[in-house]
């Protein structure tokens, strides 16, 4: 039984999202003046929210991308709110988004410390290079994530697709770490 809870933090939340339709945003500049748009940098305009705190990317295909939400529920408000927003404004949006969470990365801190050392050596998937970066590198299958494991016990998750993904995935890494007294804990 681990001695510590680990303590998660939802950071990042990326959604992508479709309306099925064409969009002019040019006319969506002229209409939304705080909006970024540069087409010859890039060709997406950039729709910010207050609330929830999002940048939500709106490309002429009628496809989006929502950044900065802190859980699922989050950017899938986002990304509604921003089309609600443009129906007000007169941009005809026919359909309601289609929205898939693409990546959540979470900020973990398991309240010990990590044996990198041994934890490289004796964790599959693993890749350690202190030289080059200070943090160990933790490929999981089940689910599919990329953790990062730092001296300080704390944790860097990304690739999941859901929250309860990111959940698994530090319980079972924190399991293992136990199981093989990688985690020193000061008494």
Not at 27 to 41: A, C, G, N, R, V
Not at 88 to 103: F, M, R
Request: hydrophobic share 40%.
């Amino acid at each position: 039984m681990p001695q510590t809870k680990p303590i998660v933090s939802v950071e990042n939340v990326v959604a992508s999202a479709s309306v099925d339709q064409k969009i002019d945003l040019n006319d969506i500049t002229k209409k939304f003046p705080d909006t970024e748009y540069h087409p010859e940098q890039f060709p997406g305009l950039v729709f910010r929210l207050k609330s929830p705190r999002t940048a939500t990317l709106i490309f002429r295909t009628g496809k989006m991308v929502c950044t900065g939400a802190k859980s699922e529920e989050m950017a899938i408000k986002a990304v509604n709110t921003v089309v609600q927003k443009l129906r007000k404004g007169k941009i005809k949006i026919k359909k309601d988004a289609v929205i898939t969470v693409q990546n959540i990365v979470a900020a973990i801190n398991l309240g010990g410390k990590i044996h990198l050392e041994k934890a490289a050596r004796t964790l599959p998937r693993s890749m350690y290079e202190p030289e080059q970066f200070p943090g160990l590198i933790h490929r999981m299958l089940d689910p599919k994530t990329v953790i990062l494991l730092f001296a300080s016990g704390k944790l860097v998750c990304t690739g999941a697709k859901k929250e309860s993904d990111v959940y698994r995935s530090v319980h079972n890494l924190h399991a293992l770490l136990e199981e093989k007294n990688l985690m020193i804990y000061d008494q």
